[in-house]
């Protein structure tokens, strides 16, 4: 479910007639979706360029950049140009005067606004995300944070650059991350400006050539976590790929998440924009709702029913069950025609404090299969495989490679501990190769079981001496 916001011009003409149809009303129950996923850590705060506005100003600081750059520009490139979209005018900028200059411009227009804040940015700081992206170089969020007595965590994503794994601190509401996602001022190289700018970005992204940390991805595409989109500019088509290939494709669809959208301009190429937008999400399987407020009124909105609906911190989700000692590392081995059940069981193993492995999830496009999973065999402490008579079918496939793999490991434990299990999920015969390895009948594919199942892992575990 995708909830959006659209303000109202006072004459937005024929736009009007294209959006107005899809205006909608908050609810009660969606506040309390809302805020009960902010309480608990589930929800992603992603802050797009129409939300960077500061105290006393209407149009957000992409959008003066834009107009700054453009009253620089030729008139040839100023009569063709929409002048409030910053990757067109910076690919102008860009072709007449070259990426250095344009680099300069921009830094200095930010330098100049260093200090700038706005209510917005207090409201959304005083809420406890401990997950924050944002689409634009300035400060106003990090200084907003900073007001509230946190220390965030400031990483950038570089297109054009290497992206070193990002340590997994504790994020709290305390200690948020903060990603930059188009890069930062600090390497001005890092940036996502031009319309080129935005192809190379997603060439980087699709091909793994420049792939996001992995940890970040993967809370980007977490089924358990909803997404509040603030001001992302899904008008236009580029953003709504970005949207696409960063969060969507690896998500189950229908999963709550909230966009807030506005239209500041009355250009009918926006609104066109817009309508398709919603257009697409509304024919896909994403159901859409717009609401008809600005971006402060809704942040202050939020911060108020947060604060009386949850006026002490929110204690730990019950799924998500505390441990003394690191969580085992499961390996799960399945064939091909058993992946949708491989996939929950990865699901509930997470549920009870487990960390699972599953090629589906853990596995990028471009990553060299072999090495990684003959990595990930040598780091877990358990091998799940499913038993099936799909996997006993498998003569030639890559899955027996899993299986061998996992017993040429098996000499490194001693006699009696616990490596491989067979799990039975039909009543296929257990594998010649896999006969003396204790199985767990898992026939039923009931949660309890699969509870029992985890359970029985941990309890291994912590007798191995993982206290």
């Known amino acids: 479910m995708f909830h959006s916001s659209l303000s109202q011009q006072e004459s937005m003409g024929e736009g009007e007639e294209v959006v107005m149809e899809f205006y909608s009303k908050w609810k009660d129950e969606d506040w309390d979706t809302l805020t009960y ?38 008139s040839q ?50 809420l406890p995300f401990n997950f924050i992206v944002t689409t634009t170089p300035d400060n106003m969020l990090i200084e ?20 070193p794994p990002m340590v997994e601190e504790e994020w709290t509401r305390d200690k948020p991350l903060v990603l930059y996602l188009y890069g930062t001022l600090d390497k001005p190289s890092s940036l996502l400006l031009t319309e080129n700018d935005i192809l190379d970005y997603l060439v980087a992204l699709i091909s793994k050539k420049r792939p996001m940390p992995r940890n970040i991805e993967s809370k980007l595409h977490d089924d358990a976590k909803s997404l509040l989109f603030l001001g992302f500019g899904l008008r236009y088509w580029y953003l709504r790929i970005l949207l696409h290939v960063l969060v969507l494709q690896g998500r189950k669809k229908g999963n709550p998440s909230f966009v807030m959208e506005q239209v500041n301009s009355v250009h009918k190429k926006d ?8 257009l697409f999400f509304q024919r896909g399987d994403y159901k859409i709702k717009i609401f008809e407020e600005p971006f402060d009124e809704f942040a202050a909105q939020l911060k108020k029913r947060y604060l009386e609906k949850y006026p002490e911190p929110c204690p730990p989700p019950p799924d998500k069950k505390p441990s003394s000692h690191a969580a085992p590392k499961v390996f799960i081995c399945h064939a091909s025609e058993d992946k949708e059940f491989a996939d929950s069981l990865h ?23 072999d090495q990684v999973i003959k990595k990930a065999l040598s780091e877990v402490d358990y091998f799940v495989v499913l038993q099936s008579h799909a996997l006993a079918k498998k003569q030639v496939s890559y899955v027996n490679r899993e299986i061998y793999y ?25 594998l010649e190769e896999l006969k003396g390895n204790q199985a767990f ?25 993982n206290q």
């Not at 929800?43 to 950049?65: F, R, S």
């Not at 220390?151 to 054009?160: G, H, Q, R």
């Not at 609104?271 to 919603?278: A, E």
Request: with cysteine; glycine share 6%.
């Open 77 to 126: 490139y100023r009569e063709k140009i929409n002048s409030s979209d910053l990757a067109q005018v910076a690919q102008c900028y860009f072709n007449d005067k070259g990426r250095l200059s344009l680099e300069e411009k921009v830094a200095s227009f930010y330098k100049e606004r260093k200090g700038l804040h706005g209510k917005l940015h207090r409201d959304l700081a005083a």
């Open 347 to 369: 699901e509930e193993f997470e549920k009870e404090g487990l960390d699972p492995w599953l090629d589906k999830r853990d596995l990028w496009c471009g990553d060299d299969w």
């Open 441 to 465: 009948d898992l026939k039923d594919r009931s949660k309890t079981n699969i509870k029992k199942l985890a359970n029985e892992i941990k309890r291994d575990f912590i007798k191995r001496g």
């Open 271 to 278: 609104t066109d924009q817009l309508r398709q937008t919603l």
């Open 144 to 163: 907003a944070l900073e007001k509230e007595n946190k220390t965030p965590l400031k990483k950038w994503y570089d297109f054009n650059g290497t992206n």
């Open 406 to 430: 996992a017993l040429d490991r098996k000499p490194e434990f001693r006699r009696g501990i616990c490596f491989i299990i067979p799990v039975a999920i039909d009543d296929s015969p257990l």
């Open 37 to 74: 996923a902010i309480c608990r850590k589930n929800c992603i705060l992603m802050l797009g360029p129409d939300a960077a506005v500061a105290e006393g100003q209407k149009q957000p600081l992409t959008e003066i950049l834009a107009n700054d750059l453009e009253k620089r520009l030729a």
